[in-house]
């Protein structure tokens, strides 16, 4: 049986204090909660790591970055490195999430860089894949998708990829309010496991955990979450309120497979 995930990205939203404060109120919110059931990731913007850490500090909740560059340390002005994430008390960290393909030259060569670099330091990455709409219209998005998680994935094996999330995320459902229907979700996540059973192995495919992201809100997660290969969410915009994003973990944590 595979524990679902929820993550929250909280983009590039929240200033130290504001995210200092959601941390607190999720933290309330999840006090009672039964990790047993559901494992939750809140990703802050860099400058709110360390504070969120220290909120965090002996809970059950993760916390993840939303990018990372693939050196140790260097001469890369801007960048930021696996060692330092795991510094500033990081577990996780979103890699190749569809904004950093969209708006930063982000590719799946850049995104298999940045996997290793995140293993190799022990940190959790959550793998984004998924189409756009005009690839969807124009019935591309299986193709779209197998070149996401082969190039993604070049030279990880089977052992490293069980250490990893694969987050499906339509792009065309992310930020629009438009979330792809249940159905649809599920034939992407089939597919995505069925090709990690041709890639790898049917115990590795049958383990790995893939998200659904792109519009996640209270009213969908239990329809989303309770077919058989969806196995949590990446919520961005719910993620930023604590009466949303403490209703989509607690119901998820509720839903048996
Ligand atoms: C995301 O940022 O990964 C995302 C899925 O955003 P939203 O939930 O707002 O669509």
Known sequence: MRKSIIAGNWKMYKTINEAIDLANGLKREFFKLDFASVDVVLCPVFTALSEVAEVLNETDIGLGAQDVYWQDEGAFTGEISPVMLKDSGCQYVIIGHSERRQFFGETNETVNKKIK??????????????????????????????????????????????????????????????TATPDQTQEVHKYIRDLLRKMYNQETADSIRIQYGGSVKPENIIELISKSDVDGALVGGASLKVESFSAIVIQASEVKK
Request: aromatic fraction near 4%; proline fraction near 3%; hydrophobic fraction near 35%.
């Open 117 to 178: 670099a995140s293993l190799k330091h022990g940190l959790t990455p959550i793998i984004c894949v998924g189409e756009n709409l005009q690839e969807r219209e124009s019935n591309n998005t299986f193709k779209v998708i197998q070149d996401h998680i082969k190039g993604s994935l070049q030279d990880i094996s089977a052992d490293d990829l069980l250490k990893t999330v694969i987050a499906y995320e339509p792009v065309w459902a992310i930020g629009t309010g438009k």
